[in-house]
């Protein structure tokens, strides 16, 4: 399985971006796509997650009413919408994929993209 993250850059405070994950490979089992962010000297965290059925998890309460995540399944492709981005949403996203459902923890998922950086400037 590969996942392809890509739509990061730089915006200033209030702006957005939306990133996509490009999966393949994958075949037809049953998983979920998870997007993570790294800021700097921080751990990484779940940010939100988009299961196999459709459904949606948030993992922080900072994504409420700004980030979207949504999938297109002809395009094998997950998007993450950030709309009003914060200069301390600046970190490198990551999207993961999980056989099976969404989980918080990232050493639960299965395959990692390379990551995408997000600056966000005040």
């Known amino acids: 399985v590969q996942l392809q993250a890509s739509g990061g850059g730089w915006v200033q405070a209030g702006g957005s971006l939306r990133l996509s994950c490009a999966v393949s490979g994958h075949g037809s089992d049953y998983h979920s796509i998870a997007w993570f962010r790294q800021a700097p000297e921080k751990m990484r965290e779940g940010v939100m997650c988009?299961?196999?059925?459709?459904?949606?998890?948030k993992y922080q309460g900072y994504v409420e009413g700004r980030f979207f995540i949504s999938r297109d399944t002809a395009k094998n492709t997950v998007y993450l919408q950030m709309d009003n981005l914060r200069p301390e949403d600046t970190a490198v996203y990551y999207c993961?994929?999980?056989?099976?459902?969404?989980?918080?923890?990232?050493?639960?998922?299965?395959?990692w993209g390379q990551g995408t950086v997000v600056t966000v400037s005040s």
């Open positions: 988009r299961s196999g059925s459709g459904g949606t998890t």
């Open positions: 993961a994929y999980r056989r099976g459902s969404c989980h918080a923890v990232a050493g639960e998922y299965d395959y």
